[in-house]
Structure formats: structure tokens, C-alpha cells
């Protein structure tokens, strides 16, 4: 069983969704609750989405106990992720993934704005589990 978030001491506010197979995934609310969400709460193993290159929710799937989650699994997260944006009704959109151990904050840079590394792109159509 994948990790429980609801675990986290002083979580961010967040728009919760949990997924087939107990997956849990959270999306930020402000730029604050992003950077917590992606700096302080998301560990190196959660994955960690975010709409390529437009304005929009840090969005963290949970993982753990050496559990990797399946491909429909991601790529439903990558929706979560793309729902949170302002490209919700826009289609297909092209959404960026990769691991927290690579998400960072540059020296300087404003409140929920992080830099990423080894990324992949998802194309996927916003959608929330329903």
C-alpha cells in the first residue's frame, strides 16, 4: 500500500485525489503551498508534475514502500496536473514529470518557482478522478 500523506506534519493547503490502488496525489493551492508541497513535503522517490512551461499547480504522487506506481497511474496524475492550470480546457497538453530528488529552488528566485532536472513529457488531457 503506497504511502498515506495525511502522515504529513503540517501539510500544505492542497486539492487531495486519491487514485485506483490507494495511490495518493496533492496539488497546490498557492505558490507557498507549491513550494512546501515540492520542497519540504515531496520526498526523493514521489513523482512530481507540472504543466510545461505555463503557469500552474506543483502536483506530487505519493510513493512508497518501493512501490512504483503503473504507467495509468502517472499519466492519471499528469492529468491532476494539468487540470490545475490554466490550460484546463485546452486539449491535449504536454505536462513535465520527474522525481522530487530533482526539483530544487534557484538562489533567489520567487516564492514557488523551482528548476527542474531529468525530466520526461507526458501529453496528456486534463481530468480529475471522478
Known sequence: MPFDPSEIEYP???HAYQLPGGWFVWAGRTAQDNERLSLKVAR???WWFHLRGHPGSHVVLFVRDGV???NATVRAAAA???WHSK???GGTVAVTATRARFVSKPRGAPVGTVSIRK????KVKPA???
Open 68 to 70: 512504483e506506481p503503473d
Open 80 to 82: 491532476i496536473a494539468a
Open 119 to 122: 525530466e520526461v513529457k507526458l
Open 44 to 46: 526523493n522517490d514521489d
Open 87 to 89: 490550460q484546463r480546457g
Open 128 to 130: 480529475i478522478p471522478g
Open 12 to 14: 500544505p493547503k492542497v
